[in-house]
């Protein structure tokens, strides 16, 4: 009878400690399921928000419509100012292209050109067809306009729109910038209309296009900045050729 006690008792410690042994076992399996489904909710969350973040980026590059529109000819002292004016007011940035011997005089308006956030790029030394020159001459007059514009903005240009947009594979050896040409030239320079422009411009425009302009115009600079207006509302975002070209 003692003896069948002291069974029992052992039983039932056995069993106590089996219940507990059950018991514990339950509260870990329990903890590593929260765990568990708190790791896969927060994985599920960053998966998630990674989905959220490249759609987001994706639809982005598929929805902008950008442009770029460029000015050769300049820097010139009253157009180009109205126009510096007018592209800063609407928070626009476009790009420059400029002839060297116009820069004499004008250095206030390559740094606000800088400072606004604009592309200068060069055109040429005196507007001239460079193919029609020696390949040195040629390569010299881009060399003093890059320097003009680098004394000034202290930064060395990247680019070039060649003048007529003839240019050569010589040339772009000789001096390792990259050539600028256009999809959109409304003839601003003959037409001298800021209505027609506008119209041309407007006709022909589709998305990541390069326009055409030259801000020693008043009709242009007008031109420009209607365009900028019109087709903002249509969903148009204007950049610097860089961007356009990268993209
Ligand atoms: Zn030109």
């Known amino acids: 009878m003692e003896r069948n006690k002291g069974y029992q008792k052992l039983k039932e410690k056995t069993r106590l400690r089996g219940n507990s042994f059950f018991f514990l076992s ?11 489904l708190c790791i896969s909710v927060a994985l599920q969350e960053r998966n998630m928000s990674v989905q959220a973040a490249v759609q987001k980026a994706e639809s982005g590059v598929r929805g902008e419509k950008y ?10 002292k009253d157009y180009t100012k109205r126009l ?24 206030e308006l390559l740094s606000q050109m800088t400072k606004d956030g604009h592309l200068v790029g060069t055109h040429c030394l005196n507007h001239v067809d460079l193919t029609k020159k020696s390949i040195e001459e040629s390569c010299r007059d881009i060399w003093a306009t890059n ?7 202290g930064r060395y240009p990247e680019y070039i729109r060649p003048p007529y947009g003839i240019w050569s594979e010589e040339l772009e050896e000789c001096v390792g910038m990259t050539p600028v040409f ?9 037409v001298r209309d800021a209505g027609q422009i506008v119209e041309h411009i407007r006709k022909n425009v589709k998305k990541h296009q390069i326009i055409l302009l030259h801000d020693t115009y008043g009709t242009s600079v007008d031109a420009a900045l209607a365009v900028v207006d019109v087709l903002g509302r249509e969903g148009y975002v204007f950049v610097t050729v860089d961007e356009l070209l990268i993209d």
Request: net charge negative; charged share 30%; glycine share 10%.
């Open 67 to 76: 442009l770029a529109l460029t000015f050769d000819d300049g820097p010139d």
């Open 182 to 190: 256009w999809d959109i030239d409304p003839l601003d320079w003959q």
């Open 147 to 153: 320097e003009k514009i680098q004394a000034v903005t």
């Open 84 to 107: 510096l004016e007018g592209l800063r007011e609407r928070g626009v940035k476009a790009s420059f292209f400029l002839v060297g011997e116009n820069i004499d005089g004008n250095e």
């Open 26 to 36: 339950t509260i870990l399996l329990v903890d590593a399921f929260l765990i568990g």
